[in-house]
């Protein structure tokens, strides 16, 4: 009995594993562009300028709103408190 219940626990498992796989969105395709968007905003991009297909393909992959995803505002506000402060100019 305890050997017939692992077994389908087990199965279970397995057949869950296999259709989040299948249903996993992230390809080749797909992983350029945030790999893409990061280099850009990492090159003092602006979230703003974001494309609409980098931002659908992004919400797709987070599992929420690209305006939401904090690692990139957390990298916007970095950069604007690197940027040199000259009153002179």
Same mark, same amino acid.
């Given at each position: 009995m305890i *050997?017939?219940?692992l077994s389908g626990v *087990? =199965?279970?498992l +397995? +057949? #869950?594993a296999l259709i989040s796989a299948l249903t996993f969105k992230l390809d080749k395709k797909t992983f350029q *562009?945030? /790999?893409n968007e990061l280099k850009r905003l990492q090159g003092n =991009? /602006?979230?703003a300028d974001a494309t609409p297909e980098t931002k659908r393909v992004c919400t797709t992959l987070a599992g929420v709103d690209y305006d939401s995803i904090t690692v990139w505002k957390e990298a916007? /506000? #970095?950069r604007k408190e690197e940027q040199p402060h000259d009153k002179n100019k």
């Open positions: *050997v017939f219940t *087990v =199965g279970l +397995i +057949i #869950i *562009v945030p /790999k =991009g /602006k979230m916007e /506000k #970095i």
